[in-house]
């Protein structure tokens, strides 16, 4: 029963990587920017979180309301500035770019908020409850939500992508920026909007992070933006529902390694990245199959 | 059609498109080298000339894809040149980009939507494309990679058309088809013209270009080395200002205006 519980919490954190992983895919997939801020920007919405139920002491929950927006608004002005010069000057700038932003959040925050690790909602039923089925399977609350926003998440961006006129003016633009500009879209534009969404995505995906384990400044590059990038890679680059799938497959393989022995969790969770990238390089969910 | 009937363009009115004295330099090599050019409503104007010469470069500079170093492009005698390409196209500067470019992860319906999507007002709709080209209906939610090349490049044309251009660009409309393809899709034109439309092609195939404009210029090194009506030239002529057999340029244009 216990590889069961395993298995069972491994599919479930594969919600919370999702979340950390279909911006970062989101961004790739439309103008080719591999974010590597991308951990840290999920990390600046946590902190954010934290200041707004600090200052304004509204429930946990509502200040999702505040973060997600107010980090789109980044998102699209980032993109409009710092990253659109970048690519301006050819897409390897970004790298540089993409990283010397990390490293300036990642000191920012530790210069503002120190090393401590700070958290949202402790003592939250949400994030401290879960229910059990039979006597060794239990299914944290939290981690049920996560993974149900996740999905909706997932759903509401393949909706906007395949049906909506913006979501196939961001397709259009992905496939031929020239072509777009002589059918009147504006890229610039288009790829704000792509970015806004991503860093909306990225900001629940820190939120639920600051729930589900405490945040703390290095948080951003040692542990979102890697497990964003695993899943990405595992399920396949430039696919939504691989970054699901991608999920889920580290997700068990960590919790499957950490039942062999503790310390083997994200060792296991690597050998199975680097299997997928031996065997299956083009991951698990082809962009070809996917859309 | 109708210019050509009178023997070129009426002067008295405004040009629907007018490119004055445009000079483009792709780093440190002039493409282009003061070109002038008017189109006059109703026109079908073509830019022949080989490869190299600069045509496509201009046609892109007047879509405003690059940016000239000194010039200006006017349309319907409001200055463009400092607008984004997108700006152009909502204004009515509409081009089908050399080589189709059709957005491959949609499909055909899609495409046309895209185009749709900053369309001006006026005549052309998506089911408008579909009935002037039957066979797209029924093929309108494939992938564009399973069309062939003469029909990717009728999507192309329709993509541009439902934005409802002022001045059509068509850039080498013949490239990579077979001749009776060619002919098929210049065959189209009349119809598309028929709906108010201006036409500015560069063609590399002199023989379709000469069949259907109403006027025409030839570029040469990216210098402009022949002007003048289909009916004007002689085929001698077109050969020297195509390959720059004489040294002297032969305005012929210059001519038949005065």
Known sequence: MAWVNAIVQGVLTGGLYALFAC?????????????????????????????????????VLWSFLIVVPVMAVIGYFLQRTLIQSALNRGVLTTLIVTLGLSMVIENALLQFFTANSRGIGAGMTLVTGSFSLGSQVELPYLLLVIFAVAVAVLLGLQWFLSRSSYGRLVRAVADDQEAAQLSGADYRHVFGIAAALALGTVALGGMAYSMYSTLDPTAGTDTILLFAFVAVVIGGLGSLWGTLLGGIVLGIAQQIGAQINISDE?????????????????????????? | MTAAAN?????????????????????????????????????????????????????????????????????DGADVTALRPERRARQGIVMVPEGRRLFGSLSVEENLKVGATYA?????????????????????????????????????????????????????????????????????????????????????????ALRVASRLQCLLEGRTTLEGTPADVTAEQVEAAYFGLTGAAAVLGEGSES
């Open chain 1, 23 to 59: 911006g970062l895919s989101l961004m790739f997939g439309v103008m080719k920017v591999v974010n590597l801020a991308h951990g840290d920007l999920a990390v600046v919405a946590g902190y954010v979180g934290v200041g707004v139920i600090t200052v304004t002491n509204i429930p």
């Open chain 1, 266 to 291: 994200l060792l296991a969770g690597y050998l199975v990245f680097l299997l997928v990238l031996v065997l299956r390089p083009q991951g698990l969910v082809s962009r070809r199959a996917q859309s």
């Open chain 2, 7 to 75: 023997g070129g363009r009426p002067d008295n009115d405004t040009p629907l498109l007018e490119v004055a004295d445009l000079t483009v330099y792709h780093g440190q090599l002039r493409a282009l080298d003061a070109i002038s050019l008017k189109v006059y409503p109703g026109e079908v104007y073509a830019i022949i000339g080989a490869n190299g010469a600069g045509k496509s470069t201009l046609l892109r500079t007047i879509a405003g894809l690059h940016h000239s170093t000194t010039g200006r492009v006017l349309l």
């Open chain 2, 120 to 208: 001006r007002p006026g005549p052309w709709t998506i089911e408008r494309v579909y009935e002037t080209f039957d066979w797209m209906r029924g093929r309108r939610s494939q992938r564009t990679a399973q069309l062939s090349g003469g029909e990717q490049q009728t999507v192309a044309i329709g993509r541009a058309l439902v934005a409802n251009p002022r001045v059509l660009l068509l850039d080498e409309l013949s490239l990579g088809l077979a001749p009776v393809i060619v002919q098929r899709i210049y065959g189209m034109l009349p119809q598309i013209l028929a709906t108010g439309l201006t036409v500015l092609l560069v063609e590399q195939d002199v023989s379709q």
